[in-house]
């Protein structure tokens, strides 16, 4: 990579300590996730936060200031290369230049600790647990979203931070929209045929062994493309992935007993967002230009691997042979079509990471209105549960009955991070959008039903991997599709999809 200007050289060997931090902090909250003894919490929120300490350090440090200050003074001059690393790092930097040191240091230990709690709280099935922490932590948003600024709304601040220039006046004009053309569709399905089902392939007395299920996962992400020698794949209570390096891209899946679906859709999904960043040029590595365009195009890729392609009718009829030999009983004498039907069942439920592409969005809908009533205080986290509860009745037409069920499903706000969950959304806008194009420039349902994905990769590689933080998600997606984001692209592709399913005019 050939960087000309010398101060940014300069800045670019400190940032290179900053990354290093980041990806060591990355590690521990892998293990945090993964393998930690309940007893070790309290040293690892300290190790944390401390690291986190070092980081702003790093930021705060008088020479790099000065030196970044320098650097954003002659942008204009500099090549396009250069100019994307300025770019990202103005905008990594908003953080430590607004946020005082001591509530950012606040917060990293205080969400290692509410983690936990939220731990507990999922083990006894009470929101009370998790509730002290909670509200600490939404105050302590509410403080971040002041130093960090904002012209309407105090959310936006936070909003921005997981996507650049994302507002919710631009989210409520997507949410109504979503909600209006979505309920109808929910509706005239689920009043149709509830007996589609040849046989109960779902069922309690069912059982799918959980090495069967893990040896699918990597079955699985093999013929995506996803590189063992740069990953694997271990066990959290909630599915990720985390890049530790740019040679350690690393998921996690759960499973469960009675239903092979999860954990075979959960691979697919963080394998998705796996082979995102282990496809960035690796000349990004360590530079600020490394990781995904933006956690919306991020979303986009993983649901992509799960949706577009993995819930196909294409896909489904590859995998029907190989699910039947991987699970020879329980699956024998269904075929293709029953798959399809039984991957693409539209049913409201309680739990979002279970949600059919149709109701998934009403999920988040729900947590964009909370989180934004929780920052603008209109809303007290007490209340969290009996809101949960009339919004799941409004959306979805259910009502949860405990808590595990309802507000303590989602492990984000236990690290505080509010204003993630609509990245969700713009994820699954973006992939409709990437799959229109997609489709025009390959034979995807050709490929896909022959269980090649060879050609898919490398196109989603050459036009959205390769290129890391290089341009601003609303350049990428102009770039790869002409078009910029809205929800049109995302709902014709629902009634397509489903009309032909349901054979219902939608
Ligand atoms: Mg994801």
């Not at 800045?11 to 393998?35: A, Q």
């Not at 917060?107 to 009470?126: D, E, G, I, P, V």
């Not at 973006?430 to 090649?452: C, N, P, T």
């Amino acid at each position: 990579m050939k960087i000309f200007d010398k101060n940014l050289r300069k800045l670019l060997l400190k940032y290179r300590e900053i990354y290093l931090l980041e990806k060591t902090t990355l590690v521990l909250n892998w293990d945090l996730n993964v393998n930690l003894p309940s007893k070790a919490t309290d040293a690892r929120a300290e190790q944390i936060s401390y690291l986190s300490e070092l980081i702003t350090e790093k930021w705060l440090d008088p020479e790099f200031k000065a030196n970044f200050e320098k650097v954003v003074l002659k942008k204009e001059k500099l090549s396009e290369l250069e100019r994307g690393i300025v770019r990202n790092l103005e905008r990594e930097s908003k953080l430590y230049y607004k946020v005082p040191k001591e509530i950012i240091t606040k917060k990293a230990r205080l969400s290692t600790l509410a983690f936990m709690s939220w731990r507990q709280a999922r083990l006894k099935n009470r929101f009370s647990f998790f509730l002290p922490n909670l509200v600490k932590l939404v105050e302590l948003d509410r403080v971040i979203a002041e130093h960090l600024g904002y012209s309407l709304n105090p959310y936006d601040a936070l909003l921005d931070l997981y996507e650049p220039g994302l507002t919710s006046g631009f989210l409520k004009k997507i949410f109504e929209r979503l909600k209006e053309e979505l309920t109808p569709i929910i509706i005239k399905i689920t009043s149709k045929d509830k007996t589609r089902e040849k046989f109960k392939i779902i069922d309690s007395k069912k059982i799918y062994p959980l090495k069967a299920q893990k040896k699918l996962s990597f079955f699985v992400l093999k013929k995506m493309g996803y590189d063992f020698a740069s990953g694997r794949m271990d066990v959290s209570p909630h599915p990720f992935t985390t890049t530790l390096g740019r040679f350690d891209v690393r998921i996690t899946n759960r499973y469960k007993k009675h239903d092979f679906r999860e954990s075979l859709m959960g691979a697919m999904h963080e394998g998705g967002h796996a082979l995102y960043n282990q496809g960035i040029n690796k000349e990004y590595e360590y530079t600020p230009l490394d990781g995904g365009a933006s956690l919306g195009i991020h979303e986009s890729q993983s649901r992509f691997w799960e949706n577009q392609i993995g819930r196909s009718e294409d896909f489904l009829r590859f995998m029907t042979p190989i699910l039947q030999a991987f699970f020879p009983n329980q699956l024998s004498g269904v075929d293709n079509r029953d798959l399809f039907v039984l991957f693409n069942k539209v049913e409201p439920g309680f739990i979002r990471v279970e949600a059919d592409e149709v109701t998934y969005n009403l999920h988040i809908a729900l947590r964009f209105e909370i989180e934004d009533a929780l920052i603008n205080a209109t809303l007290k986290p007490k209340g969290l549960p009996e809101v949960w509860r009339v919004k799941m009745k409004n959306y979805l037409g259910i009502v949860p009955e405990n808590d595990n069920q309802g507000v303590l499903q989602d492990v984000h706000w236990s690290y505080g991070a509010f204003g993630y969950f609509p990245t969700y959304t713009l994820g699954n806008l973006y992939a409709a959008l990437f799959y229109e194009v997609i489709r025009k420039e390959l034979e995807v349902e050709d490929l896909v039903s022959r269980g090649e994905f060879t050609a898919i990769l490398s196109w989603l590689r050459e036009n959205i991997h390769k290129y890391g933080k290089f341009y601003w998600p609303d350049e990428l997606v102009e770039r790869v599709t002409g078009k910029s984001l809205d929800s049109n692209h995302f709902i014709d592709y629902i009634k397509t999809k489903y009309s032909k399913i349901y054979e219902l005019s939608l």
